[in-house]
């Protein structure tokens, strides 16, 4: 069965701190993966997208990384600021549209 | 402005009044689908389409239906709606692809009493 974990659940940081969340995902086989930011009572906020041919991506403070074989992903955070507040989620896509998301990571950045 | 819309965002409702839920895209994105989301199970898939007509089961498929009528309209239907159908419903759009980002919804908030 196809399922997606993220660890840790909840993280709270001061402010300045690099951080890293993870995502692991069972069946290697994916089409890609998308990592995801949602504030409260919002809907979700694109960050990145990992195609399943590619090992990382960057967008200003994040990057995001993929290691297929093991089935593992992680979001690297720099610089971390009280905005980055929010819950991350981490999307995996295998065959045809068939989409399966982590239960997120809950992240407070202390001033 | 390219986004998805759905409406209504927020509704009260009665155990058994059929409802639906519309979302719409102006991107002429080929695919489409149906999350909900509830505290400590996260988003998870009801239904997704890979084009008109053409529809299939996510992991929560029960007490919901679909139809893929136009390419940018995905409706989500309840037929006998229950109270544990209560949650925040999301849809979302992509172009089809490798690098086909999913573009969501601002969501709909359901409460079935």
């Known amino acids: 069965k196809q399922e997606v974990t993220q660890i840790p659940a909840a993280l709270s940081v001061p402010e300045g701190e690099n951080l890293v969340l993870n995502c692991s995902f069972t069946?290697?086989?994916?089409?890609?993966l998308q990592w995801f930011r949602q504030d409260p009572g919002k809907g979700l906020t694109s960050l990145l997208l990992?195609?399943?041919?590619?090992r990382e991506q960057t967008s200003g403070r994040l990057n995001a990384s993929l290691d297929k074989s093991s089935g593992r992903s992680t979001l690297y955070i720099a610089a971390s600021q009280p905005g980055d507040s929010a819950t991350y989620l981490c999307?995996?896509?295998?065959?045809?549209?068939?989409?399966?998301f982590g239960a997120g990571t809950r992240l407070f950045v202390k001033a | 402005e390219a986004q998805v819309t759905q409406n209504p965002r927020y509704l009260i409702t009665v155990t058994g009044k059929k409802l639906t839920v519309t979302c719409s895209q102006n991107m002429n994105h080929e695919y489409m689908s149906w999350y909900r989301q509830d505290p400590g199970l996260g988003l998870r898939q009801i239904y997704y389409?890979?084009?008109?007509?053409?529809?299939d089961k996510g992991d929560v498929p029960e007490g919901y239906k679909v139809s893929r009528k136009e390419k940018r309209n995905f409706p989500l239907i309840l037929e006998s709606p229950s109270p544990n159908q209560t949650s925040l419903y999301f849809c979302?759009?992509?172009?089809?692809?490798?690098?086909?980002?999913?573009?969501f919804g601002p969501g709909t908030r359901l409460t079935v009493l």
């Open positions: 389409s890979m084009n008109v007509e053409v529809t």
């Open positions: 999307a995996v896509r295998w065959g045809g549209f068939k989409t399966i």
């Open positions: 979302a759009s992509s172009r089809g692809g490798f690098t086909d980002t999913q573009y």
């Open positions: 069946d290697s086989a994916i089409y890609n």
């Open positions: 990992i195609q399943s041919s590619q």
